[in-house]
């Protein structure tokens, strides 16, 4: 994306992948184990790990899914930052595409995860599972975009960018769902979106970015990825 790429972190895995007429399935993959949290739903890593799909457009993951506790899981799988200092404008948006507003990590940093991640050509799909409680879930997904922070500048290496971040609730995916969207404003780029919902017992996010991503590929991919776990994890 202009101005030196996405930094995703909160377990939106970005790779570049192919996004366009998403078909997919799942099926079991061999997982390291976590302990599972009253707290955090009864799933541990190796069952959220089996819930992932493993086929996006008929693609495989890129490398074996990784699971473990989701402070884990989102740290290893975030790119790594732009080289060079990156200044945001207003500061307080700085979260917009480092960790996506509407979603507060930091109620399920301890909670058992898996994710997954897909690379065809320049896009990228990925998707993550963290056991959940009700009440854990809810807090995770009960933040908003703020309004200052719908348009907003970053600067790197003397460049400037604009981007427009904006978030809606989607109806039809879990008991709670939202999808956010972060794009460059006046340049043709990479969109970034990103669906987040909760289901019984586990958060789930799949993230859809490059030339393809589009609110339609990231809400038909989290209708499929939603009704796998669910089946999976019932």
């Given at each position: 994306?202009?101005?030196?790429?996405?930094?995703i972190a909160?377990?939106?895995?970005i790779v570049p992948?192919?996004?366009?007429?998403?078909t997919g399935c799942?099926?079991?993959h061999?997982?390291?184990?976590?302990s599972?949290s009253?707290s955090?739903g009864?799933?541990?890593?190796a069952k959220?790990?089996?819930?992932?799909l493993?086929?996006?457009n008929?693609?495989?993951?890129?490398?074996p899914?990784?699971?473990?506790?989701?402070?884990?899981?989102?740290?290893?799988?975030a790119?790594k930052?732009t080289?060079g200092?990156?200044?945001v404008?207003?500061?307080?948006?700085s979260?917009a595409?480092?960790?996506g507003?509407?979603?507060?990590p930091?109620a399920l940093a301890?909670?058992p995860?898996a994710a997954?991640?897909?690379?065809?050509?320049?896009n990228?799909v990925?998707?993550v599972?963290?056991a959940s409680?009700?009440?854990s879930a809810s807090?995770?997904?009960?933040?908003?975009?703020p309004?200052a922070c719908?348009?907003?500048r970053?600067?790197?290496?003397g460049?400037?960018y604009?981007y427009?971040?904006?978030?809606?609730?989607v109806t039809?995916i879990?008991?709670?769902?939202k999808?956010?969207n972060?794009?460059?404003?006046g340049?043709t780029?990479?969109?970034?979106?990103?669906?987040?919902?909760?289901?019984k017992?586990?958060?789930?996010t799949?993230?859809?970015?490059?030339p393809n991503a589009s609110e339609?590929?990231v809400q038909?991919l989290?209708?499929?990825?939603?009704?796998?776990?669910a089946k999976?994890l019932?």
């Amino acid at each position: 994306m202009a101005g030196g790429g996405w930094r995703i972190a909160s377990g939106l895995l970005i790779v570049p992948a192919v996004v366009g007429g998403l078909t997919g399935c799942g099926g079991g993959h061999p997982a390291a184990s976590a302990s599972p949290s009253s707290s955090n739903g009864g799933f541990s890593a190796a069952k959220l790990q089996r819930a992932l799909l493993t086929r996006v457009n008929g693609v495989a993951a890129v490398v074996p899914p990784s699971s473990g506790l989701y402070s884990s899981v989102s740290k290893a799988s975030a790119n790594k930052p732009t080289s060079g200092s990156v200044q945001v404008s207003p500061k307080a948006c700085s979260g917009a595409a480092t960790e996506g507003f509407g979603f507060d990590p930091t109620a399920l940093a301890g909670a058992p995860a898996a994710a997954v991640t897909f690379r065809v050509g320049t896009n990228g799909v990925s998707e993550v599972l963290i056991a959940s409680s009700t009440k854990s879930a809810s807090t995770a997904l009960a933040g908003s975009v703020p309004a200052a922070c719908a348009q907003y500048r970053e600067t790197i290496g003397g460049k400037t960018y604009t981007y427009g971040v904006k978030e809606q609730p989607v109806t039809g995916i879990g008991a709670q769902a939202k999808v956010l969207n972060v794009h460059t404003v006046g340049a043709t780029a990479d969109n970034l979106w990103s669906l987040i919902y909760r289901g019984k017992g586990f958060v789930g996010t799949v993230t859809v970015v490059g030339p393809n991503a589009s609110e339609q590929a990231v809400q038909e991919l989290g209708e499929q990825a939603y009704a796998f776990a669910a089946k999976s994890l019932s």
